[in-house]
């Protein structure tokens, strides 16, 4: 049974910084491009940011472009997200998710329960 176990939320002030954990079990994700989206309130799921498994190809939401840093330890079968300058239109709960595939093709198989991140103004 595969699970996603996302980490690392909380709340922060504004211009704080997290840093957010998945980790995957019950199979290994080390050649599939993993992603972090968010939903807030009232509001549509959205894209946060993706990563292709040797990592050498990165993929941002333009809301966090430059803020947030997307990684991952394959022998750990664990992906990352770093936020730095954090907003209060940050806050959301944070889902982690895997592609199908080992290239972006935006085709999310499995998603974690999600880590809520508020920050206060």
């Known amino acids: 049974q595969v699970q996603l176990v996302e980490s690392g939320g909380g709340l922060v002030q504004a211009g704080g910084s997290l840093r957010l954990s998945c980790a995957a079990s019950?199979?290994?994700?080390?050649?599939?491009?993993m992603g972090w989206f968010r939903q807030a309130p009232g509001k549509e799921r959205e894209f946060v940011a993706a990563?292709?498994?040797?990592?050498?190809?990165?993929y941002y939401g333009d809301s966090v472009k430059g803020r947030f840093t997307i990684s991952r330890d394959n022998a750990k079968n664990t992906v990352y997200l770093q936020m730095n300058s954090l907003k209060p239109e940050d806050t959301a709960v944070y889902y982690c998710?895997?592609?199908?595939?080992?290239?972006?093709?935006?085709?999310?198989?499995?998603w974690g329960q999600g880590t809520q991140v508020t920050v206060s103004s």
């Open positions: 998710t895997v592609d199908r595939n080992n290239w972006y093709s935006k085709t999310w198989d499995y």
């Open positions: 019950g199979r290994t994700f080390s050649t599939n491009v």
């Open positions: 990563i292709t498994w040797t990592g050498r190809n990165t």
